[in-house]
């Protein structure tokens, strides 16, 4: 939609014509808009007619560009939908050794299990339409990844950029936890939710889960577990094939604590379809924030009328000028055709 903010300014337009009400000798004989000479020599040719006619033309042009441009043009977009209540979700992502463990399948083929968290994890984060979200990846100490933003294809691109071993071979849950309330922290007044994914135990970081726990109720952060990993695989060893179970490290009791404790719930993730469930779970458990008030994007448009005007003017300024010129070097080439 068009509209001008100032659409008062308009009423200018006609001012230009009260120099019409003046006396003949006030106005001049023949020009109703005098343009000032850059030079004395100047004068005969602004004196005529058919030039002056054109100065007054572009000059009423400028004239209306000009009152355009300060009654503020502006065009507003459609309207859009923004968050009617801040919901902050972190994820924070276990990147210790042993997520390269190819117990998972994804579309029939085996991969490591950070490689079916990422590709399970896409579709969640881009479902939370209206959520901020913020990533943490850990291993012996934790980082934030991405802070909590609303922007959801930068966060995927993050988390797909991250690779195992980064910071580290061990699992430091405590400290992921402990970052993310400190995180939350820095923004009142909204849902606080961090969904950890991990195939072990803690075993490094400055922050027990213990104290990560504490932490977490005292903040108002509710904490979904994930353990991360199959029950049994095949092995190859020199004895021929034999079944393991790749998540004996998994302390299960340990996150079970952490997400009752802090009014969350602890998931199994055994294979890709099981984790994909679960994200569908969390779905209904922390709802996507409903998106009721609009705001309809603004773009100011008074700089093209704004440039139409000044352009007129240094045309008109520089007109003469050049007349002269043109004069002068048509003057010399008749000369030298004369001699």
Not at 80 to 93: H, Q, T
Not at 118 to 135: E, W
Not at 203 to 208: D, P, Q, R, V, Y
Not at 322 to 331: E, L, N, T
Request: aromatic share 8%; glycine share 6%; net charge negative.
């Amino acid at each position: 939609m068009f509209e001008f903010v100032w659409w008062w300014a308009l009423l200018a337009l006609p001012l230009p014509l009260l120099a019409l009400l003046l006396p003949a000798k006030q106005r001049g004989d023949t020009a109703a808009l005098r343009v000032p000479s850059l030079t004395p020599e100047l004068t005969s040719v602004k004196r005529k007619r058919g030039r002056s006619r054109l100065n007054l033309i572009l000059a009423v042009i400028a004239w209306l560009a000009l009152v355009l441009a300060a009654a503020r043009p502006q065009w507003l977009g459609e309207p859009i939908s923004i968050p009617s209540e801040g919901r902050d979700l972190m994820i924070a992502v276990d990147l210790s050794g042993s997520m390269k463990i190819d117990d998972m399948e994804v579309n029939g083929r085996q991969v490591n299990r950070l490689v079916m968290i990422k590709s399970v994890l896409a579709d969640f984060i881009q479902r939370r339409v209206g959520d901020r979200l913020g990533l943490i990846l850990f291993a012996d100490t934790a980082y934030l990844q991405a802070p909590l933003t609303y922007d959801r294809d930068t966060v995927e691109q993050l988390l797909n950029e991250a690779v195992i071993g980064l910071v580290g071979e061990q699992t430091a849950i405590g400290d992921a936890i402990g970052l993310s309330i400190k995180r939350f922290e820095q923004h009142d007044n909204s849902n606080r939710v961090l969904i950890l994914l991990t195939d072990g135990q803690n075993t490094a970081g400055n922050i027990t889960p213990e104290q990560a726990k504490e932490l977490a109720v005292n903040n108002d952060v509710t904490v979904y577990t994930i353990g991360v990993g199959a029950d049994s695989m095949l092995m190859q060893s020199f004895f021929g094939q034999r079944v393991v179970n790749p998540s004996q490290e998994l302390d299960e009791q340990m996150l079970t604590d952490i997400a009752t404790s802090t009014g969350g719930q602890y998931f199994r993730a055994r294979d890709a379809q099981s984790l994909e469930q679960i994200y569908l779970t969390l779905d209904e458990l922390e709802p996507i924030a409903r998106e009721t008030r609009q705001m309809r994007p603004l773009q100011a448009l008074f700089y093209y009328p704004l440039g139409l005007a000044l352009a007129l003017t240094v045309f008109i300024a520089l007109r003469p000028l050049g007349s002269q010129a043109a004069w002068m070097i048509k003057k010399t080439w008749r000369q030298t055709q004369h001699d």
